[in-house]
């Protein structure tokens, strides 16, 4: 299966959410508390359309049989790769040195744990940019190592509960509701993209990106363009993503469209 429908499905609606979304975050969303104010029927047909495209992709991604059985890195999915690897690098390097300066600046106390993760999300930077650097669609033999694509896994995993955590009492706030779903589904597939990369059970490992990665790609662009846009306009919510997260969640959707739409059943992918 080539997985037409859940493609044409994403395109279509990335452009609709993406659209409604700016135009909510620039209108309706109050920038003090990230609550709507306003507007209730295109608040209402964006989440409508939103649920029903996530649950229409997720749904034909999963009950497919798959005939493709690689992914193919051409040349905008290699830089994809690159770039998510820069985002997560400075995505996570901001967090580590503004934690380090709030530690010796003696405003806070260190968070081990944090600290551990952020330099995970250092290393995961660096394994992305590997992959963006060595992958290639024509020739044979390379599989990546599976041990090292875990190391996105688990920061995200960590991301995804502390922030967790962190939105329990603001629930309600759109941002964060679509930054902790974004979150959820980033997860899943960062683990069938390692499983695809490593060359574990490729054909579960396909289904799986297509459920999960068009999901969260358009979750991905749906939140971070709508924060980066609320930005620009002078807009910010303290309470959403940085500018820095909301850069390397696009740039992280936009290379897992680009893992779904190179899906073929040619040469496994490869390093010179």
Sequence with gaps: MNYKLPKTIFIFS?????????FLKLSAVD???????????TVIIFNILLGAAIIAMFALGLLAKPTAHTMNYRLPSRILAMLTGISALVFSSTNLFSQ???FTNFSASLNLASLVFNLIGVA???VFLNLGFRMHSDSAGYRANGVLLLLPLLWQVYVLLTSFMSYTAIRSVSDQLLATLMLISLVPFLLAHGRILAGADTNRGIRHLVAFGLPFSLLALTTSIGTIA???????LEIALSFTGAVFYLVTGLYAASCIFSLSDQAPISAE
């Design 100 to 102: 380090i300066s709030e």
């Design 124 to 126: 995961s930077g660096v």
């Design 230 to 236: 609320a930005a620009l306009a002078g807009k910010p």
């Design 14 to 22: 990335s452009i609709a959410c993406v659209a409604l979304r700016i």
């Design 31 to 41: 920038s003090f508390t990230g609550f709507y104010e306003g507007d209730t029927l």
